[in-house]
């Protein structure tokens, strides 16, 4: 139900929107640079922020030994420290003559440097307000509107603050400084030494700058990399189980179309079967007809626009020989040896069992042309276990990179089949695949 109070509201909302599309470029600029200023630089000024130690783990603090490097972490603390102590000694060495104007003549801008540790912010606008005090303490025809003290202690704030803050922040300072410079001259009728510390200033404020946006830069770029790292690991994890689900599409399929072909002729192998046992039949054959359909539904999903059927069955480890016969004809010298009572196996253990072992072999020639292999295949009681080992490249023929996706591959597979797989490099500078599939005395059956 629309009221009267729902469409002013709207009427009011809809001219606030028309309010602010209309205005110009510049008045929204100039707006969000004032509303950067009382961000930075007015917004929570006395907050508390303490400076975190610095991290130990570059590559010169990481060559330090335990004890150093606990307290290396609190360097960037000694540095500031240094710098206070700096101000208050030249402050005691050139200060006036009574003791407690000179404690206030070298501790005030002292202090605000060590305010930089905690309230940087603060330390900014403590360092500007102590500027006059100590002017006039000091000696007023001497330096205006700072003094020595002040103004290095001035330089330091900034420049920390800034390291600490952002860049938008040290702009900010800058400009307040310098309309502070100008107001002092103005009030005094000339300006003495603003430019030995707007100068200064500018140019520690751009180096911290600069360092920043790098570092900035870096960190971006490096998780950038992260996340496209991880897209593409996860993206080849994808191709690979898409793979796997095509090639043991056939082998699905053909139990399936055995069910179904067996289910449909079941009823005639008996003489006057019960019309419960041939509704039994038909409905077995009718379900298989089903899973049918929706196998090759699915398979279509993960079907790729390029991909073509293949005309021949999937591959067994019957077909192993013909494998290392082509490999050798590449080049490859591979040694097969086969322990165990042979056995049929379920036909997606040998298909991934196959692959597995052309992929190792593949990797071999790519990775390290020139080295012998040998390939095992042991049946054992409990499944099928494989061992794909090579030596060291030899020749003069480089290996080719890779990306790492061959071994993906075969750890999927045999992950589906709930195995074990090794991939590691040998101690003589080969490589060595190891797996381990698990096969139960049904499935053997079966």
Known sequence: MVTTASVAARTVADVTDTRETSRSPEFRLAQGALGGLRQDLF????????????????????????????????TPHAIVAAFAFFVFAVGLDIGPGNGVFVLVFAGMPAVAVLLTLVRPVLAFWAALSFTPFVAFLGSYGDGWPWGPTSGIAQVVVMTVVAARTRP????????????????????????????SVLFPAALAMLFVTVVQVRREAEETVTAQQTVTAVERSRRTLLEERTT??????????????????????APYRVENPPPELEQAF????????????????????????DYEAPDAPQPTLADLGGLIGNVREAGLDVEQTVTGAVRELP????????????EALSNV????????????VSYVLGGLGLRIVNGPARGLVKPSPGAGHGITGMRERVTMLNGEMTAEPTEDGGYEVTAFIPVTREETDQ
Do not use: C
């Open 43 to 74: 917004h929570d000024a006395f907050a508390y922020r303490p400076l975190n130690p610095m991290a130990v783990d570059g590559p010169v603090t990481r060559r330090l030994p335990e004890r150093i490097r606990r307290k290396a972490r609190w």
């Open 282 to 305: 038909v409905t077995i054959r009718e379900n298989a007809v089903a899973a049918l359909t929706e196998l090759r539904r699915v398979l279509g999903v993960v079907r790729a626009e």
């Open 365 to 376: 020639l790519r990775h390290a042309p020139g080295a012998g292999a040998k390939v095992e």
């Open 347 to 358: 036909q997606g253990v040998e298909l991934s069992a196959y692959r597995i072992i052309q």
């Open 168 to 195: 938008r922040t040290a702009a900010w300072m800058w400009v307040i400084t310098l309309a502070y410079a100008f107001f002092a001259a103005t009030l005094r009728g000339g300006s003495d030494n603003a430019a």
């Open 244 to 265: 796997i689900a095509r090639e043991l599409h056939d082998v699905v399929a053909h139990h399936m179309s055995v069910v179904a072909i067996q289910a449909e002729a």
